[in-house]
């Protein structure tokens, strides 16, 4: 993707990621993770993505550090799908908020950058229980699987 993104960090075997987020609250440090999801064929992985708490250095995804860089950072979590599916396989990544809302949002931000994600990705959206193409400003999707083309 020829968006703007952060620079990023990758461990276990291209699995884990980290980047800071810039912005008007400081420097903060985001975590992404991708976890195989069990007896799931095709190949299915969660991504997992958050601040590092404070405390812990574990991923928080119910924090809303609204650093005012959104776009940025899905941008930055994008290449790293690109990035994970090109040392990994090209498996399908499954991906929902930690909430309704969140799931919402990150909706809107896929559709406000939708031109750049279609060039790269196939994006389904779960609507009752079936699983079809996302389509922008359509419906509320209640979770979501994107893979690389």
């Given at each position: 993707m020829n968006l703007k993104h952060y620079s990023y960090l990758n461990s276990n075997d291209y699995h884990d990621y980290e980047f800071y987020s810039?912005?008007?609250?400081?420097?903060?440090?985001?975590?992404?993770?991708?976890?195989?999801?069990?007896n799931q064929e095709p190949p299915v992985y969660n991504l997992a993505f958050g601040d590092s708490h404070p405390d812990t250095g574990e991923l928080d995804d119910s924090v809303v550090s609204n650093n005012e860089d959104r776009d940025t950072v899905l941008a930055t979590v994008a290449?790293?799908?690109?990035?994970?599916?090109?040392?990994?396989?090209?498996?399908?990544?499954?991906?929902?908020?930690?909430?309704?809302?969140?799931?919402?949002?990150?909706?809107?931000?896929?559709?406000?950058?939708?031109?750049?994600?279609?060039?790269?990705?196939?994006?389904?959206?779960?609507?009752?229980?079936?699983?079809?193409?996302?389509?922008?400003?359509?419906?509320?999707y209640e979770t979501f699987l994107v893979r690389k083309k």
């Open positions: 810039e912005g008007p609250k400081g420097r903060i440090r985001k975590l992404i993770s991708f976890t195989k999801i069990p290449n790293a799908i690109i990035d994970f599916s090109q040392h990994n396989g090209n498996h399908y990544i499954y991906a929902e908020g930690s909430t309704a809302s969140r799931t919402r949002l990150y909706q809107i931000s896929i559709t406000n950058l939708w031109l750049h994600i279609s060039m790269d990705f196939e994006v389904y959206g779960l609507k009752n229980n079936e699983w079809c193409e996302f389509i922008p400003n359509s419906i509320n």
